[in-house]
């Protein structure tokens, strides 16, 4: 492989890997949750209702990226209830904590499909729990609305990926940078999957362009202590640090940065994983002048937006922000929603087939499933914090054809 490309299979592979390995997720595991080799035929709706599933971290380092978007799930639960429900019947969720822990997703998938008997499930925010569960789905064939940002490379028939893939994130963000910021980039992130191959895509993007590496550093979910990471980065003296730490890190990551003279005044600093919400805990102050690439910001300024906006904030507190993940699990409702009424059925399959070509109004403005990969069609936006922690709009793309296989 030369250094300027990047072997997409090879990627692929050892994402896979990652998953059932590294992660702890081994096929063994699988086969412990997974009774047997059946697939179920699930009763999913009594004579007036239907369960739909919510598997997020409410607890552990993932938390403070992940409840928020069960609440955003649960405001469009309760709206789509108010409206008359879904072919009549009332939308009844059940909730379960993945807990930052990538076994214990493995092992919530399967009591949402096997005892609970949900119709699909909205869930997961890493692509290590999203990996974990991949296998529990596809054999029980249950139906997962993903709502994170992620590397692509994958495309499964059991899920409905509702946020960006590397195309409409990572590289519109790195030919954005380069173009306009500079050539030399420092790049650090947690150490799992998609940091790991967002960071191969980004340096692969950046061999492309013709711009420099000049440093890179991985640390574990939960980490706290970067400072020996930010004597690098000052030694190294990027024209872009380009961000993609995860949870509750980027607090530590950013103080400390503040505390050593790094800021959004004197340095361009990007984060893919960094929205309005993860602000509120790392505080306005630390990441006022850095940049965020998302699909939606709280600022977008469209009917649906506002609507979504106002009813979120009078349901759970006016101080109450939204952000771009918070924002695709509410969507991932209402795309589940549609699809099964355009089905007539909840059957799997059947709501999968009328979800090619689905469009709707989102909170990020319209937004259509591909005709077959299960992505979205989305734009790509940055955004430069300011100081009450909302953004100024300075870069928007025309809407990206989903391509999660890109060539690089």
């Given amino acids: 492989m030369s250094d300027k490309s990047t072997d997409l299979s090879t990627l ?39 369960k739909v599933g919510i598997l997020h971290s409410l607890s552990g380092t993932i938390a ?3 409840k928020s978007v069960v609440d955003a799930e649960m405001l469009a639960i309760e709206q789509v209830n108010k409206a008359g429900g879904v072919m009549g019947k009332l939308i009844e969720p059940t909730v379960e904590d993945g807990a930052s822990d990538w076994p214990t997703f493995a092992e ?55 946020a960006q893939e590397a195309t409409q994130s990572v590289i519109s963000a790195m030919e954005w940078l380069y173009a306009n910021k500079g050539k030399s980039f ?5 150490d799992y999957i998609w940091p790991r191959t967002t960071i191969k895509i980004a340096k692969a993007t950046l061999a492309r362009l013709g711009g420099k590496l000049v440093g890179e550093g991985y640390y574990p979910l939960g980490h706290i202590e970067f400072s020996s990471e930010i004597n690098k980065i000052k030694a ?34 990007l984060s893919l994983a960094v929205s309005e919400e993860e602000v509120s805990g790392i505080g306005a102050t630390n990441t006022v002048g850095t940049l965020a690439c998302m699909g ?9 937006n506002k609507n979504f906006v106002s009813e979120f904030k009078k349901k759970f507190g006016a101080n109450r922000v939204t952000g771009d993940t918070l924002a695709c699990g509410y969507t991932s409702v209402l ?42 069609w989305k734009h790509a936006r940055i955004g430069a914090f300011r100081g009450d922690g909302q953004v100024d ?16």
């Fill in 12 to 50: 692929k592979s050892q994402a896979r890997r990652e998953a059932i390995g590294k992660l702890g997720v081994t096929a063994a595991a699988i086969a412990g949750v997974i009774p047997g080799t059946m697939l179920f035929s699930r009763e999913v709706a009594a004579a007036d209702k239907v």
């Fill in 108 to 162: 919530k998938a399967n009591k949402l499909l096997v005892k609970d008997k949900v119709a699909a499930v909205m869930g997961c925010y890493t692509s290590a729990s999203r990996k974990a569960v991949l296998p529990v789905f596809e054999k029980l064939n249950g139906l997962l609305y993903y709502p994170t940002y992620y590397e692509g490379l994958e495309e499964s028939p059991n899920i409905m990926y509702t």
């Fill in 64 to 66: 403070i990226a992940e």
């Fill in 393 to 408: 709009m300075i870069y928007e793309s025309k809407l990206i054809e989903p391509n999660p296989f890109p060539k690089l």
């Fill in 186 to 190: 420092y790049m650090i992130g947690s």
């Fill in 296 to 304: 939606y910001f709280q600022v977008l300024n469209n009917p649906q």
């Fill in 335 to 376: 795309l589940w929603a549609k699809a099964a009424e355009k089905a007539k059925s909840f059957d799997v399959a059947k709501v999968v087939a009328a979800s090619s070509d689905l469009e709707i109004d989102a909170p990020e403005g319209k937004v259509k499933f591909h005709k077959s990969n299960h992505h979205l």
């Fill in 236 to 269: 190294a003296k990027p024209d872009v640090i380009l961000n993609c730490v995860v949870g509750g890190s980027n607090v530590a990551f950013f103080k400390q940065m503040t505390a050593a003279g790094i800021t959004g005044k004197n340095q361009t600093v």
